[in-house]
């Protein structure tokens, strides 16, 4: 507020790149079905090398503050598997927050695991020690621009929406995102910011605006 300026030291955990949705924008994705049959370099991180990157974390300027979890949406991973990788974060990294998994990554989960949208966040959140969702996944909410952009795995903008007010009600808040520079146009962005106004006013719970900016010719892979 006012003059008051405040940063985060975020060390990033990708704990899996193996992915059920395929985003013609994404260029970090092995696709899910071909989990043991390419040499793509699909890749799922255990706990013992999540300990690994949170050595990493501690040192270098005083420490991250902050440990920011996302991956792909795997199949393969039970709800068990996120609990043990977010109380390992916790357990070393105590004084960090633990900010993690998109909105869709949450639905996602719940989806494959078998359970309800609010247990799974109440798991997330009480056994796991979760203590924000990144607001990811959000893209552009407009159905038509985010049919050219995302596959149905990504959850619709309606529902993206909906699952931040269930999430925020519980207790989790997090950022809120826009990612713009691909076929949208002005119109969307308006309506984007707008919706997630509305939101904020309905179940707050959003702790920022984050837009980040399509970069294809920085993406190698
Ligand atoms: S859901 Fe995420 S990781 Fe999967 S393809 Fe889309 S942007 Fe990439």
Same mark, same amino acid.
């Given at each position: ?6 940063? @985060? ?15 013609? +924008? ?5 696709? @899910?079905?071909?989990?043991? %049959? ?12 999540? =300990? ?22 795997? #199949? ?14 916790? =357990?070393?990294? #105590?004084? @960090? ?12 989960? @719940? ?8 247990? /799974? ?12 969702? /990144? ?18 795995? %990504?959850? !619709? ?10 999430? $925020? ?6 950022? !809120? ?9 002005? %119109? $969307? ?5 707008? %919706? ?7 179940? #707050?719970?959003?702790? !920022?605006? +984050? #837009? ?6 920085? $993406?190698? /892979?």
């Amino acid at each position: 507020m006012g003059d008051t300026v405040t940063y @985060a030291v975020s060390y990033n955990i990708n704990y899996s790149n193996y992915c059920a949705a395929s985003c013609p +924008i994404c260029a970090f994705y092995v696709p @899910a079905k071909l989990k043991g %049959k390419t040499q793509r370099g699909g890749y799922e991180l255990t706990v013992d090398d999540v =300990k690994r990157e949170l050595e990493k974390a501690r040192g270098g300027l005083g420490g991250a503050t902050e440990i920011h979890i996302v991956g792909g949406f795997n #199949p393969y991973l039970p709800l068990e598997y996120y609990e043990e990788v977010f109380r390992t974060v916790k =357990k070393y990294m #105590p004084d @960090a927050t633990l900010k993690a998994l998109t909105i869709p990554e949450i639905d996602f989960i @719940a989806r494959t695991t078998g359970n309800s949208l609010k247990e /799974t966040v109440l798991r997330l959140k009480e056994a796991g020690g979760m203590e924000a969702h /990144t607001g990811g996944g959000a893209e552009i909410f407009d159905p038509e621009v985010r049919k050219q952009i995302t596959t149905k795995e %990504k959850i !619709s903008g309606e529902k993206w929406l909906e699952d931040a007010k269930v999430i $925020h009600s519980l207790g989790v808040p997090g950022n !809120s995102t826009m990612t713009y520079g691909h076929v949208e146009e002005w %119109k $969307h962005i308006v309506d984007h910011i707008i %919706k997630i106004r509305e939101n904020q006013r309905e179940v #707050p719970g959003f702790l !920022s605006f +984050i #837009p980040p900016q399509v970069q294809p010719r920085e $993406h190698t /892979t």
